[in-house]
């Protein structure tokens, strides 16, 4: 099954999100670089208009033109590139490993978000497995983050608790 994700701008996936981005990286995966842009840009996917940039990310690229220009990225829109420049650091092959982990994380942030079936399978962009070993417990593969088991969580205010996932490698 291919990821269906919830609403493409949600603070809850942003949340989320930027939990998954500051844990990103392993020996086999590329950690955010720079680091501090990749995570503006994940709370910038919070809120707004999926055809068009809102003020909030415009000020976004007043503080950091990378940051607006992943968000740009992230959804395909056609901002002007002087608008949404780049840091002379970022390398090309850098840029689109950040955009793939913003892409991949913003799924799996979804996926959680969404929930699933005991044995359902996901696919994300890239070739990503997700499979849900129970309501709150995924394994993933590859494994893209450092250590050997990440939790996540979000306030849930219908329940009024925290709403929990762990994710594991596949086969650890």
């Known amino acids: ?74 959804y395909e829109w056609d901002a002007p590139t002087s608008a949404l420049g780049w840091p002379g650091l970022v390398t090309a092959a850098t840029h689109e490993a950040n955009l793939r982990l913003l892409r991949q994380g913003s799924a799996l942030a979804s996926i959680l978000l969404t929930g699933g079936d005991i044995g359902m399978s996901v696919s994300l962009e890239g070739g990503a497995q997700v499979r849900w070993m129970d309501p709150t417990t995924c394994r993933l593969h590859p494994w893209p983050f450092e250590g050997r088991r990440l939790t996540v969580r979000i306030w849930d205010p219908r329940t009024v608790a925290y709403r929990r996932w762990t994710l594991l490698p596949r086969g650890g």
């Open 1 to 74: 099954m291919n990821a269906s994700p919830v609403p493409l701008f949600s603070p809850r996936l942003s949340f989320i999100l930027s939990q998954l981005v500051m844990h990103w990286g392993n020996r086999d995966t590329p950690r955010p670089s720079p680091r501090a842009d990749v995570l503006a840009a994940a709370f910038a996917l919070s809120g707004g208009d999926t055809s068009t940039p809102d003020t909030g990310r415009l000020h976004l690229a007043a503080c950091s033109p990378y940051a607006a220009r992943l968000v740009a990225a992230t």
